[in-house]
């Protein structure tokens, strides 16, 4: 229970102090204490040899994805190539196919229907 009322008088007390008018940017951005760091204006980031590796490995990113635009844009070409030579040569098939399919179906009506009529033979009323 104590610690409690200590926990919300503290709240209480706080809450009349002031803020800092001044932030303290150097605890945030540690190379503003650096006086020998060489920030660019334009884009806030230290000219290091940290930033050298990172504009090396956004190159390569780069030459990467490209490369798998690439892959993909000549995958994409040869499956729509493949797609169009099975679509030429799988309609010949696919006609004969279906006739063939056609006469088995109606074989096997034939024979459906003669064994109905077997199976309803008439008796003499």
Known sequence: ??????????FFISGFDEPAREYKWERVFPLLNDKNANINPNTGVADTLVAEKYLQQLKRLESNIGKLNETYEAQIKGMTEHAKSLNDMNSEELKKEMEKMAAYIELLNKQYSQMLNAMNVKTGK
């Open 1 to 10: 229970m104590i610690g409690l009322f200590t926990e919300v008088f503290i």
